[in-house]
């Protein structure tokens, strides 16, 4: 059972340069989360889908857009990088009913 | 104000002591409440959840009061695998984002 999966682990961009972290969960869970952890800061949420189909901001959304594909993936873009978003991008999932949230890898992103 | 606060840490104990860590939440419509464990470099994974009777897990004790809107975690006994960062968490309601402290280091030594 491999839970939530994250792709890439890392990744160097320069700024300005667009890309997609990919998340994806087998545990059938309707509700999943996009986090960033910096240093001294603990995680933020940066958007949110409760169900396929619908998408939230969250804390801290701007410079970044989801999708959620379908009941499985919901995708993270960052349409024009910037050093700021350099950051650990953690994805989560979560059954509605059971509320615990089940965190993948993390994907460390730099932005040069 | 930060939503959750915690004890900054870090801890720094020896095997076999017991520490506690506090956590207050500024929402009283919270509804949820967890600790989770970060190693580091890992991904947050939980601890436990805490109730308002109180739970407890092998060495681990939750407490949690809702008209101080305080909770506490206690280990007892601290192993070496016990140096993580400790989270604390809240929710507004069940399927809606997990609000973090900042966490709290723990490093045990033998």
């Known amino acids: 059972n491999a839970g939530v999966t994250q792709t890439p682990k890392f990744q160097v961009l320069k700024t300005g340069q667009s890309m997609t972290l990919q998340c994806a969960q087998d545990?059938?869970?309707?509700?999943m989360y996009w986090y960033r952890q910096d240093p001294g800061m603990g995680l933020r949420l940066i958007y949110y889908s409760a169900s396929e189909g619908t998408t939230d901001k969250g804390e801290v959304p701007n410079g970044y857009n989801v999708s959620r594909l379908n009941k499985r993936e919901f995708s993270l873009r960052l349409e024009s990088a910037a050093p700021s978003q350099t950051s650990v991008y953690f994805c989560a999932s979560s059954d509605t009913t059971r509320e615990t949230q089940y965190f993948g890898p993390g994907t460390r992103l730099l932005v040069l | 104000r930060k939503e959750v606060e915690q004890d900054p840490g870090p801890f720094n104990v020896p095997e076999g002591a017991t520490v506690a860590f506090n956590c207050t939440y500024s929402?009283?419509?919270?509804?949820?409440f967890f600790w989770y464990r970060q190693d580091c470099r890992k991904e947050p994974k939980l601890l436990m959840s805490?109730?308002?009777s109180g739970n407890e897990d092998g060495r681990f004790t939750a407490q949690l009061n809702r008209a101080s809107q305080y909770i506490s975690l206690l280990i007892r006994d601290s192993k070496l695998s016990d140096s993580a960062t400790y989270l604390c968490v809240v929710t507004h309601q069940a399927g809606t984002a997990l609000i973090f402290g900042k966490g709290t280091t723990l490093s045990v030594s033998s």
């Open positions: 805490v109730y308002s």
């Open positions: 929402n009283s419509a919270s509804q949820s």
């Open positions: 545990m059938n869970h309707n509700s």
